[in-house]
């Protein structure tokens, strides 16, 4: 019985330990992204796109760690790759419908996986890229890039998306 409880509580213990690690993973990956975002910007937005085009997904391959896979993704995404997986759609159409306050959600997504949802909201820089008034040069860069894009008209506070983790239990 001692035994039994001990491995219980090493498991319990063991699969909140890679909750944290993928949260961290998720938080470095966000600041990696606006770091890099904000040097660019400061050349110009249309210079900070093909930044964003060239260098979001390996700053997101990079942020990753052994058994922890990350990314973001939106219903109405920029990027062709970030359309949501259909474990995350449930939960998604959640959030937009204010359902749900936490600020991520940890699901069971298989057998030994788990996955991590977190809302990225729309903040004031955001709207260079994301909002209703792009200026030409920026917005024709962005449609070069992103001839199926979708991720524009957002205002600030609205949820742009969301970044995920999948992990092992
Ligand atoms: C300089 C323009 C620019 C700015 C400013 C910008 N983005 Fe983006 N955003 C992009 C581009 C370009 C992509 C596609 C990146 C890729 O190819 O992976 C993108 C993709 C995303 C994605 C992934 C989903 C998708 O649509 O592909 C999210 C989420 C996102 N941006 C949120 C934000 C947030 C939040 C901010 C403000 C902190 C922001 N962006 C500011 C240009 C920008």
Redesign the pocket.
Known sequence: MKKLLLLLTLCSFSSHANEQEAIKVIKSLGQN??KE?KA??KIS?????????TK??KI?KDAELKGITVG???L???????YPKDWMKAFIDKYHQKKVKKPYVVLDIGKNKKGILMP????G??????GSHVDPK?SSK?SE??PK???LGYKAGQI????WAEYSK
């Open positions: 992204l606006k975002l660019a910007i937005p249309a210079h900070a796109v093909e930044v964003c085009n979001a997904m997101t973001r993704v939106s109405k995404n920029r990027n062709p790759d970030n990225i909201k729309t903040g820089l955001c709207l260079k890229c994301h920026t962005i890039l992103y894009d979708k991720a742009r998306g969301f970044f």
